[in-house]
């Protein structure tokens, strides 16, 4: 287990969530639809890098850095690679709200990202 950051609603402070390797059932077909969701919404800041996965000791393992939104949600963009890698179960609320938009992302304008930057305190550009 390890504490990451969740996903949190726009209107709501991001806190930490404690991810169990292996807990996300369902089929293949089910988690890269997953982790495909979780991976292509859009960038609000993202790094080109990537950072040590919180969950292996190998230096090879690797997930990406940033944040991403479906414009009501955000969360680190580590959390494809979570799923895709360690089958880590997101939290209850926000797997059921991908599921209600039928693992389909909805696109998000520069405006309106901008927007949520601000609101949810990322750094913007001058």
């Known amino acids: 287990m390890a504490n990451v950051p969740a996903p949190f609603r ?3 402070p991001e806190a930490g969530f404690d991810a169990v390797v292996g807990s996300l059932s369902g089929s293949d077909e089910f988690v890269a639809r997953l982790s495909r ?9 993202l790094a080109p890098g990537t950072g040590q996965s ?3 000791d190998s230096e090879k393992m690797r997930v990406r850095i940033g ?7 955000v969360w680190h963009v580590a959390w494809s690679d ?8 997101p939290p209850a609320e926000f797997l059921q709200h991908i ?4 693992f389909t992302v909805p696109d998000i304008s520069v405006d309106r990202a901008l927007e949520i930057c601000e609101e949810i305190g990322l750094p913007m550009p001058d």
């Open 67 to 73: 944040m991403v939104t479906d414009g009501v949600w």
């Open 99 to 102: 599921e209600s938009v039928d």
């Open 37 to 45: 969701y979780l991976g292509s919404a859009q960038g609000l800041i």
């Open 82 to 89: 979570y799923v895709a890698y360690h089958r880590v179960t």
């Open 54 to 56: 919180p969950f292996s």
């Open 10 to 12: 726009i209107s709501e």
